[in-house]
């Protein structure tokens, strides 16, 4: 070969594995009407997310940290807005069974395992696969035993689109070709959808919740672990988002039980639970709308995902501050209570619930794909 054509197959080659650089921020900025989402490799994480508030003004709902350095040495550490995985929230008692073998796993959560233990997805680099203006694609490979008792190779993808009217499209898919392993999900966000610009409170209490499909949830233990036992929540009581569109999120917040209502001993406010999506007439239907009197925006929640977690911020300390997109102050912080993470996933721990019917949608191995597709969709009151 001439060296020429030396140079231009270098060139092309170096074309076709060239790695998308991120903005000089440090981001990947992708955009569409209405709606502009930022993201990192790091956890496969969303940094911030613009939509417009009731003044026509771009406000940044997610929390997160302006320094994008900052998301691997973060002590507290609060999985924001990544990727958990291969097995997201817990694993009972840090044990499973699958066809008769019973793998152990790492007891990183008192007695049970949280998001598949160290080195789980949310604490990695992701590789960037494909950027456009309005998505982009990271992947990551999962090798066997990697995190303790998460066996076989398990290679993932999630595709982060903004389209039209507002809508952040969030598709994921995984497969384990080597071996049956558990597989769930999920796209961990925190939202405040005043970005923390209420000057009468910071706290998440005066949202409005509504979960139309979701009357009955899962009870569960002191350390947040589901006990078996699916409850229905009476109209107006504390775990009710069901009965009545606009009900505060905060509606029982000075009702006897709301403190301790997540366990810990009493030490968890409010909720960090999961609430079961049944009946929806489509798999366009709206199953949660989170909305904010105060910024007059609503954000709408599609899925393909039978329940939602919703975890309330009890364990924000007021260590980590906002984004300087966020806040009043600069020196304001992410208060206890102040934020709230909705996610979209199966049945927590259903790999130890055969009485769930859940397994075949949460162990997946050779020949089989998992995907997970959901959306939120921003608008106004
Ligand atoms: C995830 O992995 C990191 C890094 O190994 C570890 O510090 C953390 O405890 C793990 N678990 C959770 C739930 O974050
Ligand atoms: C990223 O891709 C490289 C090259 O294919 C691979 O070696 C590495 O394991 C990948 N990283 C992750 C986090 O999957
Ligand atoms: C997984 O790793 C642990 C140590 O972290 C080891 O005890 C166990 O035997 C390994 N299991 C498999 C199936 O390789
Ligand atoms: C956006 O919303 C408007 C008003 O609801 C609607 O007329 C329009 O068709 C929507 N556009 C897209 C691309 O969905
Ligand atoms: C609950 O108590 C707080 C603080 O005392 C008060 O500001 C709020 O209005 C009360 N909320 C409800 C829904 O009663
Ligand atoms: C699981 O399936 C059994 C048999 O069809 C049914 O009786 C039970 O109600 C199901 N459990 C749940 C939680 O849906």
Redesign the pocket.
């Known amino acids: 070969m001439k060296l020429s054509a030396l140079f231009f197959a270098a060139v092309a080659e170096a074309a076709a594995i060239a790695v998308p650089e991120p903005g000089a921020d440090g981001r990947y900025t992708i955009s569409a009407e209405g709606i502009k989402a930022q993201f990192i490799p790091y956890g496969a994480t969303l940094t911030n997310l613009f939509v417009k508030d009731k003044n026509g003004k771009d406000i940044d709902v997610v929390l997160g940290y302006d320094d994008v350095d900052y998301y691997p040495k973060d002590p507290g ?1 609060p ?1 924001y807005n990544a990727i958990p995985g291969r097995y997201a929230n817990r694993i009972g008692n840090g044990q499973y069974t699958i066809d008769g073998v019973t793998y152990q796993t790492q007891k ?2 008192g007695p049970n395992t ?2 598949s ?4 997805w949310s ?1 990695r680099f992701w590789n960037v696969t494909a950027v456009t203006a309005d998505s982009i694609t990271f992947s990551l490979l999962d090798r066997s035993n990697s995190s303790q008792g998460m066996v076989g190779d398990v290679s993932a993808s999630v595709t982060y689109s903004v389209r039209a009217n507002a809508t952040w499209h969030i598709s994921m898919t995984a497969a384990s070709p080597q071996q049956k392993t558990p597989l769930m999900l999920t796209q961990h966000t925190y939202f405040n959808l005043d970005a923390y610009r209420d000057p009468a409170t910071s706290l998440i209490w005066d949202h409005t919740l509504h979960l139309p499909y979701s009357a009955r949830y899962l009870e569960a233990d002191q350390n947040a672990l589901p006990t078996g036992k699916i409850l229905t929540a009476a109209p107006g009581s504390i775990n009710d988002f069901a009965s009545k569109p606009g009900l505060l999120f905060g509606h029982s917040r000075n009702a006897t039980g709301f403190q301790g209502n997540c366990g810990a001993n009493g030490a968890c406010e409010g909720y960090n639970g999961y609430w079961l999506i049944e009946d929806k007439p489509s798999n366009d239907a709206v199953v949660v709308t989170l909305a904010s009197e105060f910024s007059g925006v609503k954000a709408e929640l599609r899925t393909d995902q039978p329940g939602v977690v919703l975890y309330s911020c009890s364990w924000m300390d007021g260590s980590a501050g906002l984004k300087s997109t966020q806040g009043l102050k600069s020196d304001q912080k992410v208060v206890k209570s102040s934020c709230v993470a909705i996610e979209a996933q199966d049945y927590p721990d259903g790999i130890n619930r055969p009485e769930w019917n859940r397994t075949s949608y949460q162990i997946f191995g050779p020949g089989q794909t998992y995907n997970w597709e959901s959306s939120w969709t921003f608008g106004l009151l």
Do not use: A, I, P
């Open positions: 550490h999985v990183n959560d949280l998001h233990g160290t080195n789980n604490f």
